[in-house]
């Protein structure tokens, strides 16, 4: 399979624990998003990179939020000292971004958080 | 970025077309529209994406009217396994910049046996 993967599916925590999630893109994919979704809404943006640089985040992405994307393939999402909040499905999303290119963004099949 | 409007929910019988329309009034010269689906538990899976006239993939078709405000997905023949949800999205696609993408609450699509 050479789509988005994510890692792992699921993850339940308590309160003040650290969590860490990783992406896998489609290999040959320059950018990679991180989005949140609760129940009954929408994707939102949280933050994107272009290879490795983190390039825009969202003001929805608080100070215990971090993310990186160390050597332009995979991502990490860290959330430090979770809240109940922070429940909800993680998605990391990749495309290819050329100068002559439509972006496209490809979803992997998301992290599903459950804060207790 | 321009807001869309779509139905919440739509219900219809197998072996249907569905057609779910997406009002985007502010939409901008440079603005593409793009379709997503949503199964439970899954990322949003790209569908079709479109600027004027008409598109046709595999899975869909997608009718933009010539003044773009609105736009219409066409689903031939639906199946049970096409309960999902249904984004619209609209936005500029140029790679000289990132594009984060705006979801709505999207169109719960329920197919009946």
């Known amino acids: 399979d050479t789509g988005v993967s994510q890692d792992p599916r699921h993850k339940i925590t308590k309160r003040g624990q650290n969590v860490t999630f990783r992406c896998d893109p489609i290999?040959?994919?320059?950018?990679l998003y991180w989005y949140r979704q609760t129940l009954g809404q929408g994707p939102e943006f949280l933050t994107y990179?272009?290879?490795?640089?983190?390039?825009?985040k969202s003001r929805l992405l608080s100070d215990r939020f971090s993310a990186e994307r160390p050597k332009g393939s995979f991502s990490t999402l860290e959330i430090q000292r979770t809240e109940q909040g922070d429940s909800a499905m993680y998605l990391c999303a990749s495309s290819l971004a050329g100068l002559a290119a439509k972006e496209t963004q490809y979803f992997g099949p998301g992290t599903r958080l459950l804060v207790l | 970025l321009a807001k869309t409007t779509q139905p919440i929910s739509m219900d219809s019988y197998e072996g249907q077309e569905v057609n779910i329309t997406c009002s985007h009034n502010n939409i901008a010269t440079n603005d593409y529209i793009t379709w997503y689906q949503q199964f439970p538990s899954q990322g949003p899976r790209f569908i079709i994406q479109?600027?004027?006239t008409k598109v046709t993939n595999e899975v869909a078709s997608l009718f933009i009217p010539a003044d773009r405000k609105s736009s219409t997905l066409s689903l031939p023949r639906v199946s049970l396994s096409d309960t999902a949800v249904y984004y619209c999205?609209?936005?500029?696609?140029?790679?000289?910049?990132?594009?984060?993408?705006?979801f709505g609450s999207g169109t719960q699509l329920t197919v009946l046996p």
């Open positions: 290999s040959e994919h320059n950018r």
């Open positions: 479109g600027y004027k």
């Open positions: 999205l609209v936005g500029p696609i140029s790679s000289g910049s990132a594009r984060q993408l705006t």
């Open positions: 990179f272009q290879n490795e640089a983190q390039l825009e």
